[in-house]
């Protein structure tokens, strides 16, 4: 328990020290108007509240990630702990306030653009079609997962193939539609649910004494799984998930002011660290080692979600908590499609003011998906957690770069992304659907190609600098 109540407290104090020195290294301008403003459309750039942003921030990063993940994670002991704090406060919420606040200083840009301008025009064209893969692959398991846990809470009265065809209804609408229609309207509202479900089972764990296990390094995985890469695969969205740098660019859109920044993408990062340690602490306390693994083989992560809730919380606050999860999954799931449908058109140089221009885009990437929830979901995420972690990496290195060219402290972005490097190019090199190669092999492979990356890094950095005309934000040039 103390823990868990201690690695809480330094997410939160994380957030109000390193997060206040990204921001001041970064350098917030307020007086700048945001593409809120200077672009609005009334269909993808419109200006909303910071609380509003906040939790519609929270709810687009944060799917069945920082639940299911941390749950599988939970295999491996408390270690999952260290991870959770030590990612979300110097990778993932840095990572995530970097890719915003970058868009913002680049008219609500993606991911693939900002690629392009700062890592070179190859990388925009790789980057693109990664980014669609995996917001493809996030909006397919955000319909089963979701689909999965409404059958089971229903008991099967309604059958699974009309609760997903429900959900891929409400996300072509929410896709289309403008984005203060729908997501403005209700994502401040399951926001609040969310909310309220993490902190009941949080706050059961503390009030019942659960016997959460205390700090230590030793891998407890009942299989003996390594874990690195393997536990940072399995907990991305609770630590660091390159999703989120497609979600992101939604709120640069909308955001009002620059010096909201830090509470919108990096806090909200910081929140979603305090709910997959929640969600790890209750798999741990409540089925800790061989119970859990055989819970999770039998029913999935969705399984262990509903005996945690309906254990601590009873009948009424177990269906409200349930109800909190599966609001996860579905409004990351709309906004994957709406991320998957700007990236597009704007690689495609499409308006989106219309809303035949916006159907063209939509109905392949629905059908696409629909075709994709025949797959095994334990496929699905794998192939997930790789290009997740693939695009991390690459965010955290546009980050970086946008630092380095103006001789900022450039390193908070390119340690964490050379990590992230060095996962996923092991598990690519290790995993099944990789290579498949020796571990003690994918380590020295998985190093190797960090060290080249790096090398192509900096010398992109030294052309950056070079570069007279080279511009940093849309509008400005690179002071020398």
Same mark, same amino acid.
């Given at each position: 328990?103390?823990?868990?109540?201690?690695?809480?407290?330094?997410?939160?104090?994380?957030y109000f020290t390193y997060g206040k020195l990204i921001e001041k290294i970064f350098g917030v301008k307020e007086a700048r108007q945001t593409p809120a403003y200077s672009m609005k459309d009334g269909v993808d750039y419109i200006p909303m509240g910071t609380?509003?942003? $906040?939790?519609?921030?929270?709810?687009?990063?944060?799917?069945?990630? &920082?639940?299911?993940?941390?749950?599988?994670?939970?295999?491996?002991?408390?270690?999952?702990?260290?991870?959770?704090?030590?990612?979300?406060?110097?990778?993932?919420?840095?990572?995530?306030?970097?890719?915003?606040?970058?868009?913002?200083?680049?008219?609500?840009?993606?991911?693939?653009?900002?690629?392009? #301008?700062?890592?070179?025009? $190859?990388? #925009?064209?790789?980057?693109?079609?990664v980014a669609v893969l995996l917001l493809l692959l996030v909006g397919t398991v955000f319909v089963t997962a979701p689909a999965g846990l409404l059958f089971n809470l229903m008991d099967g009265v309604i059958a699974l193939g009309i609760i997903t065809g429900?959900?891929?209804?409400?996300?072509?609408?929410?896709?289309?539609?403008?984005?203060?229609?729908?997501?403005?309207?209700?994502?401040?509202?399951?926001?609040?649910?969310?909310?309220?479900?993490?902190?009941?089972?949080?706050?059961?764990?503390?009030?019942?004494?659960?016997?959460?296990?205390? %700090?230590?390094?030793?891998?407890?995985?009942?299989?003996?799984?390594?874990?690195?890469?393997?536990?940072?695969?399995?907990?991305?969205?609770?630590?660091? $998930?390159? =999703?989120?740098?497609?979600?992101? &660019?939604?709120?640069?859109?909308?955001?009002?002011?620059?010096?909201?920044?830090?509470?919108?993408?990096?806090?909200?990062?910081?929140?979603?660290?305090?709910?997959?340690?929640?969600?790890?602490?209750?798999?741990?306390?409540?089925?800790?080692?061989?119970?859990?693994?055989?819970?999770?083989?039998?029913?999935?992560?969705?399984?262990?979600?509903?005996?945690?809730? =309906?254990?601590?919380?009873?009948?009424?606050?177990?269906?409200?908590?349930?109800? @909190?999860?599966?609001?996860?999954?579905?409004?990351?799931?709309?906004?994957?499609?709406?991320?998957?449908?700007?990236?597009?058109?704007e690689y495609i140089n499409l308006p989106q003011m219309k809303i035949l221009s916006r159907l063209w885009i939509a109905i392949p990437l629905f059908l696409v998906s629909f075709v994709l929830t025949n797959m095994d979901f334990t496929l699905l995420w794998?192939?997930?957690?790789?290009?997740?972690?693939?695009? $991390?990496?690459?965010? %955290?290195?546009? @980050?970086?770069?946008?630092?380095?060219?103006?001789?900022?402290?450039?390193?908070?972005?390119?340690?964490?992304?050379?990590?992230?490097?060095?996962?996923?190019?092991?598990?690519?090199?290790?995993?099944?659907?990789? =290579?498949?190669? &020796?571990?003690?092999?994918?380590?020295?492979?998985?190093?190797?190609?960090?060290?080249?990356?790096?090398?192509?890094?900096?010398?992109?950095? #030294?052309?950056?600098?070079?570069?007279?005309? =080279?511009?940093?934000?849309?509008?400005?040039?690179?002071?020398?």
């Open positions: 328990m103390i823990t868990f109540l201690f690695a809480i407290a330094i997410l939160i104090i994380g609380n509003r942003n $906040s939790l519609i921030q929270l709810l687009n990063i944060a799917g069945v990630g &920082p639940i299911f993940g941390p749950i599988m994670g939970a295999l491996y002991g408390p270690v999952a702990f260290i991870w959770i704090v030590i990612g979300s406060i110097f990778a993932g919420a840095v990572h995530d306030y970097l890719t915003g606040m970058i868009s913002i200083r680049n008219k609500g840009a993606h991911l693939p653009q900002l690629a392009g #301008k700062f890592l070179g025009n $190859s990388m #925009k064209h790789i980057v693109n079609a429900a959900i891929f209804v409400y996300y072509i609408v929410a896709t289309l539609l403008p984005v203060d229609k729908i997501i403005g309207r209700i994502y401040p509202v399951l926001g609040a649910l969310l909310l309220i479900s993490a902190i009941g089972v949080g706050g059961m764990l503390v009030v019942t004494g659960a016997p959460i296990p205390e %700090l230590t390094l030793q891998n407890m995985h009942p299989a003996g799984t390594a874990i690195f890469p393997l536990l940072m695969i399995t907990i991305a969205c609770g630590a660091i $998930s390159g =999703f989120h740098a497609t979600q992101s &660019p939604i709120i640069s859109r909308t955001l009002q002011n620059e010096r909201n920044g830090r509470k919108v993408f990096y806090g909200m990062m910081i929140v979603e660290g305090i709910i997959a340690m929640i969600w790890a602490a209750a798999a741990m306390s409540l089925f800790y080692g061989t119970d859990l693994n055989e819970l999770i083989a039998t029913g999935g992560a969705g399984l262990v979600v509903s005996e945690v809730a =309906f254990t601590l919380l009873g009948a009424i606050g177990g269906t409200l908590a349930v109800l @909190g999860v599966i609001v996860l999954p579905i409004t990351s799931g709309d906004t994957a499609f709406r991320s998957a449908r700007m990236i597009i058109a794998r192939y997930f957690g790789v290009t997740n972690a693939a695009i $991390s990496a690459i965010a %955290l290195f546009v @980050g970086a770069m946008y630092l380095a060219v103006q001789y900022k402290i450039h390193w908070v972005a390119t340690i964490p992304a050379a990590f992230m490097t060095m996962v996923a190019l092991t598990f690519i090199f290790y995993a099944p659907i990789g =290579f498949g190669l &020796p571990m003690s092999t994918s380590y020295v492979a998985g190093a190797i190609g960090t060290i080249v990356i790096l090398g192509l890094f900096a010398y992109k950095v #030294k052309l950056n600098r070079e570069e007279a005309n =080279f511009k940093i934000d849309a509008d400005e040039k690179l002071a020398a």
